[in-house]
């Protein structure tokens, strides 16, 4: 059983059943969306999933996934230690602030830019493969495994040393658990 948090419009959710016939469920804030993933058949709940995540029993998921989603929430920590008590695993997708094309923009422009690929994703939070490292820790979870990604591309497994990662990833997918 897995909970997709941010589902969008359903396409994680959608291959999830298809391809590894999970159980999957959704949360979703956009009401358009959430009704649209209905529609098609899809376990979707419309909701302010900060507040949402408390209200399911410890242990009611194998996995929550947070793709491309925490970074739009208020409260990320509480929100990552919220699923780690639902999920016996949570799988974070993060956008990193700190590739190497981002930084000369950072020294010209003063601002973060919007990671590749991510489409007007509205971003509370903007971290380093590093920050979203320490961020995990800060929840006291376990970063079991995390992948750079590239143009939409896996790269090798880091885990001890997050300075290549920090420097090359685009974004990273982290397998945390408690």
Do not use: Y
Request: hydrophobic residues 50%; positive net charge.
């Amino acid at each position: 059983k897995a909970l997709d948090v941010g589902c969008g419009d359903g396409a994680l959710l959608s291959l999830l059943a298809r391809e590894r016939r999970v159980r999957a469920s959704g949360l979703e804030l956009d009401r358009g969306k959430a009704h649209a993933c209905v529609a098609r058949g899809l376990a979707v709940m419309q909701a302010d999933a900060e507040a949402e995540l408390a209200a399911f029993p410890a242990g009611a998921f194998d996995t929550v996934i947070f793709s491309r989603s925490l970074q739009g929430f208020r409260r990320p920590c509480a929100a990552l230690r919220e699923a780690a008590r639902i999920g016996a695993h949570v799988i974070v997708s993060v956008g990193n602030a700190a590739h190497w094309r981002s930084r000369p923009l950072l020294l010209t422009k003063g601002a973060m830019p919007e990671p590749p690929g991510w489409g007007g994703f509205e971003q509370v939070h903007r971290w380093s493969v590093r920050d979203f490292a320490a961020l995990a820790g800060g929840a006291r979870l376990r970063i079991e495994r995390a992948v750079p990604m590239s143009h939409t591309r896996p790269g090798a497994p880091f885990a001890k040393s997050l300075w290549r990662a920090n420097w090359f990833a685009e974004e990273a997918v982290f397998l945390l658990s408690s």
